[in-house]
């Protein structure tokens, strides 16, 4: 249900600079290789869902059982998908064009544009938190989840799932790096400055505690290096012993005023890593099954759970149902097969050679600070999803799948004017301290200094 609101949502979104040619002011063409990566995106599910001749889709593997049963109604010559789940591939289907679409639309943003995107991504963060403290502490007796399943007792916010919300908590962390290079310049004050940005990364590293994902926290070190590394060029600049000590006592007031109202969840959150064990090892034993049964075509995006389900060993089976595999990349070979790996291959190499050009375009100091804090948050964001993906699903979580989007639009370098540092001359070596106002990359002018 929430799927068929978000989808006509962000399709009228999508489509409402058509209709209003004025929206298109300062937007960019999209860039080719953002439709190639869109057509990569869609393609499989897309294939998956024609009808094939009987003597072409009888001879895929795992096939046996449904040949057997159309059989008995006189319809095993009938003219059949690849999918052995086409109702579950086409709504897959619908789905990822959510993602699809805000690739297209943010990789025509300029650097403003992409600010503001991390401004909202921590402002909708924000309110997730404030749901989640009502989560944690069961205000008028309710535990304030959104969705009829959830995990309880922890940090969920909008989501239902406790590994999503560390994600996204995660990413917002990156974005907060994002926000305070934007925002150097403008504060003058720079020990005041510091305490915030220590006092705001040590309150988001503990709350990414508080959602109880083992993974989450443990991946939480990606985000904290993205973090201080998007910070770096601006701490190498203004640090002072006074601002370290202050912004040390900031980061620890933040630990001990979260800690003290999350204390009744801490206890029970570390005690989830004194049993590593869960039924994560199972399932991934009988999903290697599955994939052996419809290898190497797949056996459709989105049928997951009843091909799941076929295979289950009885001895596992216990009163839940496995409805993913908790590794997305084993859950895409199972669905996707070969071809969809060659897919795969094929986006993580256009990808790849994005990151390798636009980090380069970085490190040779021709972007601004912003341009290229932006830069490496697209990359910390790729990183953590990517890792998280090999025991959970976060991309098969729209949310994050919409984040792994941005991501991938970030890649692209923007257009307009602040995009480009001009050319400086080389600092002199006792040349130790940088001007506050040359950091400035606040919008709407973004300053053209080089990283």
Known sequence: MTEMVLQPLIAFLALLPLVVPRLNDGLIPVPRTAWVISGLVLLIPFVQLI??????????PGREM?????????????????SMAPARTFISLLAMVVPVLILL????????GRFWLCVTIVAVAALSIMLGALQLTHLAGHNWTLYSYSHFGVI???QANHNAEADLLAIALMACGVIATALAGRVRNRTLFWSGVS???AVMIVLIVLTGSRTGIALSTIAVATFLIILWPLSRADFSRRGLLLALGGGAAAVAIILTIGLLSIDRILSRF?????????IWLDTIQAIHGVWPFGSGVGSFPPIFNAVERLEVVRDTMAGRAHNDWMEWTLEAGLPGWIV???I?????AMVWRRLGFELRRQGTLQSRAQAIMAVGILVQLGLHALDDFPVREMSLASLLAVAAALLFKPQGPGTEAAPQPKPDASDAAVDEASLAVAPPALVTVPA
Request: charged share 15%; proline share 7%.
């Open 199 to 201: 006092f705001t990364g």
């Open 105 to 112: 639309s943010v990789s025509r943003t300029d650097l403003v």
């Open 51 to 60: 009808p094939l001749p009987p003597l072409v889709w009888h001879a895929f």
């Open 348 to 352: 993580l190499i256009i990808v790849g």
């Open 156 to 158: 969920v916010g909008f």
């Open 66 to 82: 449904e040949i057997a049963s159309l059989g008995l109604i006189g319809r095993a010559d009938s003219w059949m998908p690849w």
């Open 274 to 282: 004194a049993d590593l064990k869960d039924s994560r090892h199972d």
């Open 344 to 346: 795969l291959l094929a």
